[in-house]
């Protein structure tokens, strides 16, 4: 059993040295083995395999941001559901209840914002394209 702090973390020392070497060996050799060969092509961004078109400091539209912040908010409240459905036994028929209202106020809120048209970001895009001339 360690008897002070130099003993109790000097094994995490030691393998956060060891990963800082083996980190930089690993680039150093990749340095100084790898192949150099600069071109047009190679500078390019990549884009999945698609040639990249317009440029890259375009704006997004705010619709795209917002589904975004709202998948992030209904994927919290969902995990919400694990932590009861852990202990829904202990719990009963109060915790069902509980439960129902919280998953009808999510639902209620999800509807409201699918009828406000929130979650359609790429709608405009859709109408822009439909409205261009042949």
């Known amino acids: 059993m360690p008897t002070s702090y130099t003993e109790m973390y000097f094994p995490v020392l030691v393998q956060a040295i ?19 060969v600069r071109n047009r092509v190679k500078d390019l961004p990549y884009e999945s395999g698609i040639v990249p078109t317009g440029d890259a400091r375009q704006r997004f539209s705010v619709k795209f941001y917002l589904v975004a912040m709202l998948f992030i908010v209904f994927d919290i409240e969902a995990i919400f559901l694990y932590p009861w459905a852990v202990v829904y036994r202990d719990l009963r028929m109060v915790g069902f209840v509980e439960m129902l209202v919280f998953v009808i106020l999510i639902l ?24 261009r001339a042949p």
């Open 18 to 36: 060891l990963a800082m070497a083996l980190a930089a060996g690993l680039l150093t050799v990749s340095r100084l083995l790898g192949k150099r």
């Open 108 to 131: 209620s809120g999800f509807f409201y914002i699918w009828k406000k048209g929130a979650l359609d970001w790429a709608a405009g895009a859709v109408d822009r394209k439909e409205n």
